[in-house]
């Protein structure tokens, strides 16, 4: 199987550990992962703020460098909902490569049948659903899943796991107010688990969770649960 890794902008710019994550996940399974170099950004920010012109050279950008590909994995929920929901309504010739996009635990459970990646990690975790995630790719337990076989890992519910943490890109500059009081309200959750780490799939998301749990000097680290399936057991 030809996968392709596309990275998105927030991880490229600040967290680029988490595409080697992705890519050092996959290759322990024993498939080889590319990275087209002319990849860019999939134009979510563009098409949900009504600029779907803006966006369309990002589309057909996509298309161009992906649709070679047997599988296209995105270490990001909320650009993987964009892709394969929006695409193919703004252009329809996406379709095809919008269907072989997935988010990582899809790739890994759906397609390549696997949830023992051979990951350890001796750490008391909780995990946040994001909301592309949760809501529009359903990725329901995948991840937890994936989680659940790691060496070592203790894993404790998060409570009111669902409720959104605030942050919604520019949801969370255009209200800021209803923003930080969903903030607050997600990090008093994260705090009641006694959990050591927040794992989530958006690195977006756990930027704002992050933040906001540092302010309060919880001790608490912020990490994708892809940088969690890397760390490869002994």
């Known amino acids: 199987m030809r996968i392709?890794?596309?990275?998105?902008?927030v991880n490229d710019l600040a967290f680029p550990a988490t595409g080697?994550?992705?890519?050092?996940?996959?290759?322990?399974?024993?498939h080889t992962?590319?990275?087209?170099?002319?990849?860019t950004c999939c134009g979510q920010m563009h098409a949900n703020t009504g600029y779907r012109a803006e966006a369309m050279p990002m589309v057909r950008n996509y298309v161009d460098v992906f649709d070679s590909y047997d599988a296209v994995v995105v270490p990001s929920g909320s650009c993987t909902a964009m892709i394969r929901d929006q695409y193919p309504r703004l252009h329809p010739p996406a379709t095809s490569v919008a269907a072989r996009t997935y988010e990582l635990s899809e790739l890994l459970v759906d397609v390549l049948g696997v949830t023992d990646v051979g990951a350890e990690f001796p750490e008391t975790v909780t995990y946040h659903p994001t909301c592309h995630g949760?809501?529009?790719?359903?990725?329901?337990?995948?991840?937890?899943?994936?989680?659940?076989?790691?060496?070592?890992?203790?894993?404790?519910?998060?409570?009111?796991?669902?409720?959104?943490?605030?942050?919604?890109?520019?949801?969370?500059?255009?209200?800021?107010?209803?923003?930080?009081?969903?903030?607050?309200?997600?990090?008093?959750?994260?705090?009641?688990?006694?959990?050591?780490?927040?794992?989530?799939?958006?690195?977006?998301?756990?930027?704002h969770i992050g933040g906001g749990l540092d302010r309060h000097r919880?001790?608490?680290?912020?990490?994708h649960y892809a940088d969690i399936l890397a760390g490869a057991s002994s």
């Open 134 to 207: 949760l809501r529009m790719l359903r990725l329901g337990d995948r991840p937890l899943t994936l989680l659940r076989q790691v060496r070592g890992i203790q894993l404790v519910e998060l409570g009111d796991a669902e409720e959104c943490c605030g942050f919604g890109g520019t949801f969370a500059l255009k209200n800021p107010d209803v923003s930080t009081a969903m903030l607050t309200d997600k990090c008093a959750r994260v705090r009641d688990t006694g959990a050591r780490v927040l794992a989530a799939a958006d690195n977006s998301c756990l930027a």
């Open 20 to 30: 080697i994550a992705v890519t050092r996940i996959l290759r322990r399974l024993g």
């Open 4 to 9: 392709a890794l596309f990275i998105t902008c």
């Open 33 to 39: 992962v590319d990275f087209p170099a002319d990849q």
């Open 218 to 223: 919880s001790g608490v680290r912020a990490m």
